[in-house]
């Protein structure tokens, strides 16, 4: 009996389309290597066929070539933002915090110079009010298909 489908991680499920990408690019490395081996033996007549599929076949390596490169490279800048973000995270951690006894008077702003706020007044009350229920209902109740029950 087959297993259930279970839900990956976004990490497990690129994880296994770039080993994927990886194995069709060795493929196609393989199929470039030997359409260039049949274009040297081919003859006048079909040596045009064989030039053709084989820019197919080296314009399918250069792509998957360049989406693994990039898939990599993008992998290794988030790792490296990751760990600048947890090295940043743990610096601010070490900071003692303003009202704190261990931070320096200097780096505290002085209350003398703050201004108070001013208070905001609040949204002006509008006089329309909602339809009735009723009303909503009578409306929903007029047009009721076959599928809806009329209320």
Known sequence: MANPPTSTTPAAALARHLEWLEFALAAARDEESRRQGRLERASDKNRDKRTVRLAEVSAEVRELAALVQGIKELQARAADSGAAAKAATQAAARV???????????????????????????????????????????????????DEPSI
């Open 96 to 146: 003692p915090a303003r009202g704190s006894p261990a931070a320096s008077p200097k780096a505290r702003p002085s209350d003398v110079s703050r201004r108070p706020r001013p208070k905001r007044s609040a949204p002006p009350a509008t006089t329309e009010s909602p339809p009735s229920t009723t009303r909503r209902r009578r409306r929903r109740g007029a047009g009721a298909g076959p």
